[in-house]
């Protein structure tokens, strides 16, 4: 069945698990290019949900917060910048070094 994940154990959404196995990419390149990739995801379902589905507004949302926060990962891996698990925007914001053009661009 299409959507179905196989049986055989090779997928869980068991958090144990993904943390013994932790993130395997570790060059900061592939890092930012992969947060920038599923940021990108994340705004085009916001895209798709105000388009089409207005009453989910605040789903829309949600997503774009998603896309923000992976945005701003992926200018701190791409800077070389080392972080912990962080999902405060203004936390992640304020990570970026103070002479970045981005940073003076964005007001919190």
Do not use: W
């Given at each position: ?80 910048i080392k972080f ?6 203004k936390n992640l ?16």
């Amino acid at each position: 069945m299409i959507g179905t994940p196989p049986d055989d154990g090779s997928f869980t959404n068991d958090p144990k698990i993904h943390d013994a196995i932790g993130n395997r990419k570790t060059n900061p390149i592939d890092l930012a290019d992969s947060s920038h990739s599923h940021g990108v995801g994340f705004l085009e379902a916001s895209k798709h949900i105000l388009r089409y589905m207005p009453e989910y507004s605040d789903v829309a949302g949600a997503n774009l917060a998603f896309a923000c926060e992976l945005f701003i990962k992926s200018m701190l891996h791409f800077q070389g910048i080392k972080f912990k698990k962080e999902h405060n925007l203004k936390n992640l914001y304020l990570l970026l070094p103070k002479c970045s053009a981005t940073r003076n661009q964005i007001k919190v």
